[in-house]
């Protein structure tokens, strides 16, 4: 769903009030989520700016809401989820997909780079990177608007956080030897640009946490980067890779 054009603080106030009289509740970790649980009857809605997700496990229930909001606020129903905030929402046969080739094509457009020869790899095996090699310095301004979008686009591609974590720890002061490992990123995502995250249905999934780290490697002060991912039996619920 999608919201016409209201006075944002003033909607959201009015929508969430709205929400929490028809049960919902507001999550501690996240003030856009509302989740609803009652009896054997869940929904999860989600409240970004102008886009609007519910999901439930009752098609009465969820209908239900939209027809009752409807009525209170001016919104437009767009009917089953295919794409939000840039991702692709793609229905398989066990659950779905998501993915973000459009974005990763604007990206490579963006920077000239939807012409470059693919690589198969994120970052070289046999470059390390650190804060001046003594190559020549390149203007932070370009150089911080492609991590920045590297760093959203990590919410779908697991396999380039940490190689968008090492390029973040040069926004203030690049080289070219971090824009040529910026570049090579770029070449990779051109390489993969459809791949995602799948998300499937599981019954009674375990919940399994990994971790590793790659002691003291930082060439310039000795810190370690720390990577975790945490699974719902086959599926992805977080991760993270940060010095």
């Known amino acids: 769903m999608g919201r016409r054009n209201v006075g944002c603080d003033t909607w959201y106030t009015a929508f969430k009030q709205a929400l929490l009289e028809f049960g919902f509740v507001n999550t501690k970790s996240d003030s856009s989520l509302f989740v609803y649980a009652v009896a054997s009857t869940t929904a999860s809605f989600l409240v970004y700016v102008d886009d609007l997700i519910i999901t439930s496990n009752n098609s009465h229930?969820?209908?239900?809401?939209?027809?009752q909001l409807g009525r209170k606020f001016s919104l437009k129903d767009?009917?089953?989820?295919?794409?939000?905030?840039?991702?692709?929402v793609i229905p398989t046969q066990n659950g779905l997909f998501l993915t973000q080739h459009k974005y990763i094509r604007d990206l490579l457009a963006r920077t000239c780079m939807d012409g470059a020869k693919d690589v198969?790899?994120?970052?070289?095996?046999?470059?390390?990177?650190?804060?001046?090699?003594?190559?020549?310095?390149?203007?932070?301004?370009?150089?911080?608007?492609?991590?920045?979008?590297?760093?959203?686009?990590?919410?779908?591609?697991?396999?380039?956080?940490?190689?968008?974590?090492?390029?973040?720890?040069?926004?203030?002061?690049?080289f070219t030897i971090h824009w040529s490992a910026t570049k090579q990123l770029l070449r990779y995502l051109k390489n993969t640009i459809f791949h995602g995250i799948s998300i499937q249905k599981n019954v009674n999934p375990p919940l399994t946490c990994y971790a590793d780290a790659d002691w003291a490697s930082n060439l310039d002060n000795c810190n370690s980067t720390l990577t975790y991912l945490i699974m719902l039996g086959s599926n992805l619920l977080s991760w993270s890779s940060r010095k």
């Open 78 to 88: 767009l009917g089953p989820l295919h794409f939000f905030l840039g991702i692709e």
């Open 120 to 174: 198969t790899t994120p970052l070289s095996t046999s470059v390390s990177l650190k804060l001046n090699d003594g190559s020549a310095a390149v203007t932070p301004t370009e150089y911080c608007k492609v991590i920045g979008v590297l760093q959203y686009l990590s919410l779908t591609r697991l396999d380039i956080s940490f190689a968008v974590n090492k390029l973040s720890q040069f926004m203030h002061y690049p």
């Open 61 to 67: 229930f969820a209908a239900s809401i939209i027809q």
